[in-house]
């Protein structure tokens, strides 16, 4: 990451993104959506655009601003256009949200609201896909690929979402509300798969490499692993629109779906073990440790849902499933690397022009690992056992499991205050001459 500029709004994106996944929780603490309300339920669907939307693909778009130009080590195409997508997005995810809350009678029935929110998202999505698309494709190698499925994923996502949100307020035709009737899966699919999953999974390659001084994975291993997933997404997406059409619904396609799903985790964890095998850098880092609790919840979602598939209780228990690899897998893993990015980003603007001038701080100075790593044990505990109440029926408990995130995640955020702040650094070190203090929500440059 050294040499290459900071990207501005990374810090904007990844205060909203934080903002947002504490209204997820306040949600779930006060019993709003699943499981109080039935998964397809309104209010669950605020829920789960708040956490995906929201939390997840703001805080994914945050890092990619600043991980694109590294991975092709090129510019980013326009920075210019970060802010104005933050600003589509908050919007359009506020309309849909609002619409939302019309469909379930908790506002008036403004259907039109949720078109609205469909085109503000589709204009902010399209400034993020082609600011980071046209950056990627220069040099369209390892884990810069796995950015471009994604990317090309999160264009069918919100192509699916749009439909949707059109059919709703009766503007799509008969076209629309056969997708809305039988395409949802699709959608998920091709969000949470292939945008979410394989953007983090191409991101954490690098990472995973670049903290633990480990030689990237073999192209060749990882572009296997990019392959089994873009043909899941390709098979829901492509396959799954072709069921509609030939027989009006698109279940036909799942267990192929879910076999490549299945493959890409394996192959995934496989060039994972590997880079832990030939690191160079014994002790592992906080963010490290903690992204291994995520692996953990990786795992044992893919074990859930092969078990709950066994034994024909999936469709009953796919809360449960979808909430381990949401707030296990992807909202740990980007915690955990949103804690050691802020840190080394704040370093580099901070001491990076006076590096050679001026005694600096080591990164690892800027953060107090011993005190943060409880913070993430107690998230981490929290997400296993509400999915075990979510398991066992229990929404009450639930309820206190979502409270325990939240007490979790305060800590954590505190943390990477306190890091923003230098408030971690010790005193004849902390402002070397010439050396700025960092803005909380932007970078300087
Ligand atoms: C342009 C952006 C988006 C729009 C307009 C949109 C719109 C919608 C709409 C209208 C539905 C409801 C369908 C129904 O009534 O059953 C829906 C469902 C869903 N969306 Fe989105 N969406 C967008 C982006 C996303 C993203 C980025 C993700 C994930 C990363 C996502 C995940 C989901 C999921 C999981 C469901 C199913 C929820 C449930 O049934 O409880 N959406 N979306």
Known sequence: MI????????????????AWLFVALA????????????????????????????????????????????????????????????????????????????????????????????????????LVVVDLG???????????????????????????????????????????????ASGVPLHAIAGLGGWLTLTAMGVSYRLLSMFMLAPDVDDRKSNVTLAAGALAVAVAVVGGVLAIWLFSESTVVLPVVGVLGLATTALYGRDVLSIFSTRKRRQLELNTRMAVLSYASLAGAALLGVGLVLTGTFAAHLGAFAFLAVFGWLSGLVLAKLYKIVAFLTWLETYGPVMGRAPTPRV??????????????????????????????????????????????????REVIRTRRLADVACPLRFPEGACAPHLLCARN
């Open 3 to 18: 040499g290459a500029s900071i990207s501005r709004w990374t810090m904007s994106y990844f205060a909203a993104a934080l």
């Open 27 to 126: 949600l779930m603490v006060a019993g709003v959506g699943y499981p109080t309300a039935h998964l397809a339920s309104p209010d669950t669907l605020v829920l789960v655009h708040v956490v995906c939307i929201g939390w997840l693909s703001l805080a994914m778009c945050g890092a990619l601003f600043q991980f694109v130009p590294v991975l092709v080590a090129r510019p980013l195409y326009s920075e210019k256009w970060a802010l104005p997508a933050l600003g589509l997005l908050t919007a359009g995810l506020v309309a849909l949200l609002a619409g939302f809350l019309g469909l379930g009678g908790r506002l008036p029935a403004w259907l039109w609201l949720l078109p609205l929110g469909a085109m503000l998202l589709v204009a902010g999505f399209g």
């Open 134 to 180: 046209l950056t990627a494709w220069l040099r369209p190698q390892g884990p810069a690929r796995f950015v471009l499925v994604g990317l090309a994923s999160l264009c069918a996502t919100a192509a699916f979402g749009a439909i949707f949100a059109f059919a709703h307020a009766g503007w799509a035709g008969p076209v629309g509300s056969s997708m809305l």
């Open 364 to 413: 690892q100075d800027l953060v107090a690992e011993a005190r943060a790593s409880k913070w993430f044990v107690i998230y981490h505990v929290a997400v296993w056992l509400g999915t075990v109440t979510l398991l066992a029926g229990h929404p009450s408990a639930f309820r206190a499991a979502a409270a325990v995130m939240i007490i979790g995640l305060v800590g954590i955020v």
